[in-house]
């Protein structure tokens, strides 16, 4: 038996077999979990569908996390199927485009500001408010994904780092909100990885180059080992961990970048 036996589990942000979120589903049905999953807009219904057709699943809800009523109504329908929710993976994030490339102060304006943190670290709370009474009767545990650019400046990444400097903000103060309820509230910092939307920022394949050649394991990593730390975080292995950033970078956010011999 798996470190999650019996753990019912939320997927959010499947797109498509190269994300971060395919990884994390991958390892949680590894490990034993019975998993829903969540869609963003009708078009990409059929898509994810087919997706979640490798999980055993025949929960599939709509969640468009810019719309309040479609956030309650996400968890209405998913109480119609659980009664209790084990653990959330809050995969979502956007950025519009011109705050992905360029000068910073030029490029990001005041509306690309607000939908970047709305998205990225809003949505993150809201769920979490939503799901609160279903994650409560479980004990359960919210995992979000971050990245290195929320605390030190990645060239291009611009706008997302800001978003995610503010999305682990949030969790820490989600993990204090929600540790009377016993819900465990915590964030893993993945290492680039070739999603569809790591598609978005420019340069990014000299990420991926300078991390395999600096990082201590001289490597990047993929998208299930993401899931095998994030499994670990949903499971009662990890039952004393709130607020916490987990690293899964190869370990490269303890260099001195470009420093290799």
Not at 40 to 62: G, N, Y
Not at 79 to 99: Q, R
Request: aromatic share 8%; with cysteine; charged share 20%.
């Amino acid at each position: 038996m798996g470190i999650l036996a019996n753990k019912k589990i939320l997927i959010t942000g499947l797109l498509s077999n190269r994300s971060i979120a395919y990884g994390v589903a991958q390892a949680c049905k590894k490990q034993g979990a019975t998993l829903a999953f969540t869609y963003q807009e009708e078009r990409f219904r059929e898509r994810v569908t087919k997706l979640v057709a490798e999980f055993e699943s025949d929960i599939i809800i709509p969640l468009d996390v810019t719309q309040d009523n479609d956030i309650t109504n996400a968890f209405k329908t998913l109480n119609t199927h659980w009664d209790g929710l084990d653990g959330l993976l809050h995969s979502i994030a956007y950025s519009p485009k011109e705050g992905l490339s360029g000068d910073f102060v030029e490029n990001v304006k005041r509306d690309t500001y607000n939908i970047a943190n709305d998205i990225t670290a809003y949505s993150f709370s809201a769920i979490a408010n939503a799901a609160r009474e279903m994650l409560k009767k479980a004990n359960g545990s919210l995992v979000t994904l971050t990245y290195l650019g929320s605390e030190k400046v990645v060239p291009n990444y611009n706008m997302a780092g800001v978003a995610k400097a503010a999305l682990e903000a949030t969790m820490r103060y989600m993990a204090y909100s929600m540790g009377a309820d016993n819900i465990r509230v915590n964030a893993v910092s993945a290492g680039p990885i070739k999603t569809l939307a790591a598609s978005g920022i420019a340069g990014f394949s000299k990420i991926l180059n300078h991390v395999a050649t600096n990082s201590p394991l001289l490597r990047n990593i993929s998208a299930l080992e993401v899931g095998n730390a994030v499994s670990f975080l949903f499971s009662e292995l990890a039952s004393a961990i709130t607020g916490e950033v987990l690293y899964v970078d190869a370990g490269y956010n303890i260099m001195a970048s470009g420093l290799n011999s």
